[in-house]
């Protein structure tokens, strides 16, 4: 049972370019969500999505795209990098009456230059 | 939105030394999770508590949700140096959306051996 696994662990882009940040969950949880973590600002909600084909923002979208085609994917886009997105990404899931809180993936360190 | 304020913002101290953290908020809160993360990973919930005064261990972490309902504490004794990382608490608000936790900006763990 893997869990929420994201994929690439660490990735560096120049300014401008596009990259999908994937996130898979086999848990059949019916939210799934993107964090940023930044020094000093905690985790910051950037997308989230409560089942298929229902996206929604956080508090902070700009720059970012999502989907949600089928239950297990929710990847997470950018546009066109910018230094400002360099960050580590968390994708979290969550399911049923949420007792247990969230299961986070490992992180993409995303670096922007 | 709902913030939590989580004190301290880090915390540097000698192995055996016993820890103290906490978490407020100004509204009331149905559940709270206290989760750890470790370097170069995600988030691992620690302890879940859903009823106010509830105390709750988990080995030598001890959490309370105060009988306010608008605070919880973390405590860990006797720590040892894979205590290291950042500790975050999350709430769910009362009358909110069971999926929305709203987390803290974590606690900065490091110890001395």
């Known amino acids: 049972n893997a869990g929420v696994t994201q994929t690439p662990k660490f990735q560096v882009l120049k300014t401008g370019q596009s990259m999908t940040l994937q996130c898979a969950q086999d848990?059949?949880?019916?939210?799934m969500s993107w964090y940023r973590q930044d020094p000093g600002m905690g985790l910051r909600l950037i997308h989230y999505s409560v089942g298929a084909g229902i996206t929604d923002q956080g508090e902070v979208p700009n720059g970012y795209n999502v989907s949600r085609s089928t239950t297990e994917d929710f990847p997470l886009r950018l546009l066109s990098a910018a230094p400002s997105q360099t960050s580590v990404y968390f994708c979290?899931?969550?399911?049923?009456?949420?007792?247990?809180?969230?299961?986070f993936g490992s992180g993409t360190r995303l670096t922007v230059v | 939105g709902q913030q939590l304020n989580q004190s301290p913002q880090s915390m540097f101290i000698q192995e055996g030394e016993d820890v103290s953290m906490n978490c407020t908020s100004s509204s009331i809160f149905n559940t709270w999770l206290w989760y750890k993360q470790e370097p170069g990973e995600g988030p691992v919930l620690l302890i879940a508590l859903y009823k106010a005064g509830e105390l709750t261990s988990n080995g030598r972490l001890t959490a309370q949700f105060g009988i306010t309902r608008k605070d919880s504490f973390l405590n860990i004794s006797a720590s040892i140096p894979s205590d290291v990382g950042i500790y975050f608490c999350a709430g769910r608000h009362s009358g909110g959306s069971n999926y929305k936790l709203t987390f803290g900006k974590g606690t900065l763990l490091t110890v001395n051996p």
């Open positions: 979290a899931t969550g399911g049923g009456a949420f007792i247990r809180g969230y299961t």
């Open positions: 848990m059949n949880h019916e939210y």
